[in-house]
């Protein structure tokens, strides 16, 4: 009986994770959407060619924001500029490069009405994609409890750690939405 409470407990703090792992993960991509500003974060994740291998850009340049509308990325070595670029290009991310030699520069345009709306729907596309890994938590977490229940493990109990399991899945869900509530009037603030 103790060794059944134990690997439940087990399996809803490996819920939890998992479940942190999915905000964690929605805060990496809500730091890519940009609003507006220009921010390094928007570069992260971005690989660039570094004699023949994928590098992340921060290991193969400095990268700087000197006002709010500008990153300035400056390779550690001179012939990085050309792979930078390309990179950037190839990212999509909706700004154009300039190269001058010894930085490439990123100006962000104020967005428009029509990208804001657009930003605020990959936002909640991400919303969705977030809740939809809580909920593959919470399904794994129940299945194994029950499947413990049917095994001997008191169902009063069971359901008392399932209804555990839901308020985890709550109080992640609310985390969640404060997010992409803050990230919304974030995009939508002119």
Sequence with gaps: MKVMEETIETMMALGNELMDKAIDHLNDELIKIRAGKASPAMLSGLMVDYYGNPTPI?????????????????????????????????????????????????????????????????????????????????HKVIDFIKKEVKDGYPEDAGKRKEEEVQNMVKAHTETIEKMIEAKEKDIMTV
Aim: hydrophobic content about 35%.
């Design 58 to 138: 921060n290991q193969v340049a400095n990268i700087g924001t000197p006002d709010a509308r500008t990153i300035s990325i400056q390779p550690w070595e001179k012939k990085m500029l050309g792979p930078i670029e390309k990179a950037i290009y190839a990212a999509n991310l909706g700004v154009t490069p300039m190269n001058d030699g010894e930085f490439v520069r990123i100006n962000i345009p104020p967005l428009t009405e029509e990208r804001r709306i657009e930003l605020v729907k990959q936002s909640k596309s991400l919303e969705e994609e977030a809740k939809i890994s809580l909920r593959s938590a919470r």
